[in-house]
């Protein structure tokens, strides 16, 4: 591999760990790096999984204050996360090469509207429910559960909803929110580590860079999240994530 591509893919990294953490959506920029830097794209997106999950790891250590906080109230949001990622990540490599690369475009797309449609979803359900009334927790769980299995298969798009989810089950704070997102990934990555890393499946030469990268962008944009105008990144990922599905149905579709 070219020093270029090394030095692109490291910061690649560090703008995905800085969108993981702030505002979510960061394989609309890594998985297609991953694969304009040659790879296929199962690989690609395996190996995403692995060099995108620092950037959580990182964000949990600048949210520690507010993971303190919830403690045991998120154990059952952890469990339907991690066995949500063993579903989607057995999933994925039973499907197998050729299947994921017809479903490409259709995930893309996916997680496109995920990404456009959550805080919208979020605001319609907000102005049909009474004040105060919060969505059952068995439902909760139950759309979690699913979307999780989504991001064990995929991924790209699964914080963004997640985050919507979390406001319209009555969360407030923003920062709280990102907290229990990026607690819920994590156990979602686990999962899907104990899946994937045996698939042999790990460019781990592509990883690298890119994993230390998002641990560097991952712990300094939550250090300044406060400064960072996350509606503006999120209006920026959106951008691309349009261009991207448009490209990816020329391409695969």
Known sequence: MEVSTLLILFAGGIVAGAVTAVAGGSSFLTFPLLIAAGLPPLTANITNWIALMPGNFMALAAYRDELRAMRGAVRAHLLVSFAGGLLGGGLLLWTGEARFEKAVPWLIL??????????????????????????SRRWLLAFEFVLMVYGGYFGAGVGIVLLAALAIAGQTSIHMANAQKNLMVVALSAAGCIVLLPSGHVAWWYALPMFAGSSLGGYGAVRFIRRIPARAIRNGMLAWAVLLTIYSFWKYG
Do not use: H, M, S
């Open 110 to 135: 996916t997680a496109t509207v995920f990404f456009a449609l959550g805080e919208w979803i979020k605001t319609r359900l907000d102005a049909l429910r009474r004040p105060g009334q919060t969505p």
